[in-house]
């Protein structure tokens, strides 16, 4: 035991303190964009102790029981060599605690009259312990240094007295318009970096744009099901539907982790295509790239692609039932199963034909369908089942000299059909009619114009793109507008990529 000299407390006599802080935690408050948060209210919760961030984001939370005040002469008291000496002339204790070096109360008890204490009789491990002792109105702070057990010399009272609060303890931080963060400290004497993200907004309908994945039942499992044929860019599956094979293809990315939520995006085929088609073929205007051009663009692999075919009563897709709707409802939840799926990132794309089912789709699967791209859509020759009065995202790609899906039928009557339900909310809540809006259009033979309709609830975005060509979903801003020319100048997948990453 280191010796110590003899303290005495006097009359009005400010005495200077011997030790710093017994912890502090300081650390820096961002959010996700690593913009510093000024105001935000962070408390060690346990402690009790709060402050704010300034307006850099930094705090300091520190307690020091190192203080020091005197007033008046309540006595004597003194340590020599670890023995605390005391007298006093009031009736009132010594209250004597004793602190270990991450401020921890290891000792508390109140001696009455004259005596002397063996400070090390309190403490069981070597180490350096702050002994805080108040008479009357006074208050001395010494610190003394353990060496060696003192196990034998500790009493059953001071065994009771041992017993430490927990180490550590709960940061909390709180900030308007953030998630509340609670961070468990296991050292006080610490400095941390803290990232607070955007409360997300809950809609009685619908995500906020940007909101956190929603993972489906397949996240941490493996794919229980098999493969019926392997290509160079996917595998080909089956499965039973209301008594019908249903044949589809799944393109997972590279580096496939089962614990990662991913995007989905369906490519629907057209009349004289097929599921096939779209998991590879030889370029052309029809097929520039595999998935409508939007596998090349997952450079990040966050798209889990899949091609369904239809092909099942002599037409692409069902223009009289609803059997091809039941097979994507069923299609979507086994992949949902066998996967890992952002359940809120669901795509649906396709041309001509396959944009007529995507748009069928779009009337009553908005619970499920996140957004669709249409290129050259028609809402006649299919089955359309009468919408379900929700919004839906929606963007459309439309030559104006198309021959075969007429554009004006599009404009007029299956981009109304969007707008009607994609109106800014009232005061109520309730989506409104924003089919009043019309879209701005192309004009003369070259260039496009896409128009984003300013009247929607900016969740539910639609888009309208315009261009000079015919029949073709390749579209293009020059040269020839024959169908199948120009194809390799195309803006049409970056566009809808970007329509879809804006989610």
């Not at 008291?77 to 109360?105: E, H």
């Not at 057990?149 to 709960?170: F, H, M, P």
């Not at 748009?359 to 369908?369: E, K, V, W």
């Not at 104006?400 to 599009?410: H, T, V």
Request: aromatic content about 10%; hydrophobic content about 35%; glycine content about 8%.
């Amino acid at each position: 035991m280191k010796k110590m000299g003899v303290l005495k407390l006097g009359l009005a006599v400010a005495l200077s303190a011997v030790v710093s802080n017994a912890f502090i935690v300081t650390g820096t408050v961002s959010n996700e964009n690593g913009e510093k948060i000024k105001g935000a209210d962070v408390t060690l919760i346990n402690n009790n102790i709060s402050t704010k961030t300034d307006e850099t984001g930094s705090f300091t939370l520190e307690y020091d029981p190192i203080s020091i005040q005197a007033t008046s002469n309540p006595g004597f008291v003194g340590v020599k060599n670890g023995v605390l000496s005391y007298a006093q002339s009031s009736s009132g204790p010594v209250q004597v605690q004793i602190f270990d070096a991450l401020g921890f109360r290891v000792m508390d008890q109140k001696l009455f009259g004259s005596g002397s204490v063996d400070l090390r009789g309190f403490v069981k491990s070597e180490g350096t312990y702050f002994a805080r002792i108040h008479m009357g109105s006074a208050q001395q702070n010494l610190k003394f240094t353990a060496k060696g057990s003192y196990e034998a010399s500790v009493s059953n009272n001071a065994s009771k007295i041992l017993k430490k609060d927990a180490a550590g303890d709960d940061l909390r931080v709180i900030a308007e318009g953030y998630d509340t963060l609670v961070v468990t400290l296991t050292n006080l004497d610490t400095n941390v970096t803290l990232t607070l993200k955007k409360t997300e907004p809950v809609y009685s309908f619908g995500y906020a744009l940007k909101n956190t994945p929603t993972p489906s039942k397949g996240c941490g499992m493996n794919s229980t099901l098999t493969a019926t044929k392997n290509v160079e860019n996917g595998q080909r599956f089956e499965m039973k539907v209301n008594g019908l094979t249903r044949e589809f293809f799944i393109t997972l990315p590279k580096n496939y982790d089962n614990t990662k939520p991913y995007k989905i995006l369906f490519a629907m085929h057209c009349m004289g295509s097929n599921a096939e088609d779209f998991v590879h073929h030889a370029p052309d205007y029809d097929h520039p790239s595999p998935y409508y051009g939007q596998q090349n663009l997952d450079t990040e692999g966050n798209y889990i692609f899949i091609s369904p075919r239809g092909d099942t009563d002599g037409m692409p897709w069902s223009v009289s039932s609803d059997k091809d709707h039941v097979f994507f409802d069923q299609l979507l939840t086994l992949l949902e199963n066998n996967y890992c799926i952002d359940t809120s990132r669901v795509f649906v794309t396709g041309f001509s034909f396959g944009a007529m089912v995507t748009n069928s789709l779009a009337q009553d699967f908005q619970h499920r369908i996140r957004a669709v791209a249409v290129y050259a859509t028609a809402d006649y020759n299919i089955y359309l089942p009468t919408n379900k009065g929700k919004p839906i995202s929606w963007m459309a790609v439309h030559g104006k000299n198309d021959g075969i899906c007429n554009y004006d039928r599009a404009k007029n009557s299956a981009l109304v059909r969007i707008l009607k339900n994609n109106g800014k909310p009232d005061a109520n809540g309730n989506f409104t009619d924003a089919s009043a809006e019309k879209p701005e259009e192309v004009q003369g033979n070259t260039g496009h114009v896409c128009h984003d309709f300013k009247s929607v609830d900016p969740r539910f975005p639609v888009k309208f793109c315009s261009w000079p060509g015919g029949h073709q979903w390749t579209a293009h801003d020059y040269g020839s507008m024959a169908v199948g020319a120009g194809w390799q100048d195309t803006w049409v997948p970056q566009a809808v990529h970007a329509f879809f990453e804006q989610f």
